[in-house]
């Protein structure tokens, strides 16, 4: 979304275009009707994630255009994409420049001129590649889901990519305060009567036994509690929202009591809900706070000018601009008295900071101010432990 080079000085996004855009891809969120952040953020990933692919595959087509194909013939790009056909005149100009390019002859005794090799690409950071799926990176883990046949116990295994778990909350039943979410997201059920597992290795409808556990979970955990799976009304009982969450994966749950787990995870921000049924309501989010306002970069940014290198559409972009006089926004990030590893509150265009303790509280089961606003998606990040 912003500029790649080092001179581009961000500016806040602005909420109607990317209404605009939003809209465009999923005609859902057309109007001004209550909508699900949980669908929002679904959709926000899956359309990151296509046009990556998309960048990727494009890029891997230039780089073969560039290339040249396996018989020497080279080709070049064109707007209208691989579905045109090469002509006769456009063969016949690229046998002549592969034959204008042939290596010259050498005389006898003199040694053959040395052409400069391209130095590889494979050391290059992924990050920096055309398309990265940076989706799949920080977002993606591995469920799988194992049935066990109780006759013959034969056990099938089939893996998932998910990027966000659901939780769903009961309106009754206590949770572990240290552990709410581990019995949840690691459920085991057992298939019987009408619902019986068809095993292929008996040929006939068994009893079986099927589970669900995490060979990985990404760095960037979501995770969905499901206050309105049973209708329209949405279940207000307490769930406990730890900062600090164990790591439920396979191998951090195989590992002995008396030793520490590999990694776990820190609450960033959450989504609470205020309302009491999906039609209707509001979202107000809370961030972590670990930013050390110091000054503003764009009060002391200098713009380098890179003018009458690489031809006229980087001379054309790359244009001198004015230098700032002072900041734009400078009732938002000039430094402000702000108290220690706060959080802000973001409701619309109001964002405010509050202490620990006062987010401690709202997520409390009895808190101190009265609300009706509840946590609805919350956001961990991987930590290593040591």
């Known amino acids: 979304m912003n500029s790649n080079s080092s001179d581009a000085i961000p500016e806040p996004y602005a909420a109607d275009p990317f209404l605009c ?30 046009t990556c692919r998309a960048l990727s595959s494009r890029a891997a087509r230039l780089q073969v255009h560039e290339n ?15 579905n045109v056909k090469p ?72 893996t998932q990519a998910v990027c966000d778990i659901g939780v769903p909350v009961s309106e009754d039943g206590e ?32 009893e079986a036994r099927r589970s669900v556990a995490y060979e990985r ?14 209708g329209m009304e949405k279940i207000t009982r307490h769930a406990p929202t730890p900062l600090l969450l ?41 961030v972590r706070d670990t930013a050390e306002y110091t000054k503003c970069e764009r009060e002391t940014a200098d713009i380098p000018n890179n003018v009458g290198s690489g031809g006229f559409m980087r001379t054309f972009f790359n244009r001198p601009r004015p230098q700032p006089t002072g900041c734009s926004a400078k009732n938002c990030c000039v430094p402000r008295p702000r108290p220690d590893s706060c959080w802000l509150a973001c409701d619309d265009e109001l964002v405010k900071p509050i202490s620990n303790e006062e987010f401690e509280d709202l997520l409390s089961a009895e808190p101190k101010m009265r609300s009706a606003a509840t946590p609805y998606l919350l956001f961990y990040v991987k930590s290593e432990v040591g």
């Open 21 to 50: 855009a939003l809209r465009e891809v999923n005609s859902t969120f057309e109007g001004n009707r209550q909508q699900d952040a949980h669908e929002l953020l679904v959709c926000i990933l899956d359309n990151i994630r296509e």
């Open 175 to 206: 949770e572990d305060e240290r552990e709410p979410f581990r019995s949840a997201c690691l459920s085991s059920e057992y298939l019987r009567d009408q619902n019986k597992y068809w095993c292929e290795r008996c040929l006939r409808y068994n």
């Open 87 to 158: 002509t006769l005149s456009g063969l016949r100009k690229s046998w002549k420049r592969r034959r204008d390019t042939k290596a010259p002859e050498t005389l006898p005794g003199t040694q053959p001129p040395t052409t400069a090799t391209p130095p590889p690409e494979s050391n290059q950071d992924e990050s920096t590649r055309p398309g990265w799926d940076f989706v799949a990176e920080d977002f993606e883990g591995t469920m799988v889901v194992r049935t066990m046949c109780l006759e013959c116990e034969t056990v099938t295994k089939r």
């Open 246 to 286: 164990p790591c439920f994966c396979e191998p951090c749950t195989r590992k002995p009591s008396d030793q520490s787990p590999t990694h776990r995870y820190i609450l960033w921000a959450v989504i609470m809900h205020l309302g009491q049924t999906l039609s209707g309501g509001h979202y107000v989010a809370y």
């Open 217 to 230: 979970l990404p760095r960037l955990l979501v995770l969905q509690l499901k206050r309105f799976s049973g």
């Open 68 to 82: 040249g194909d396996t018989n020497g013939l080279a080709r070049q790009p064109s707007l209208e994409g691989d």
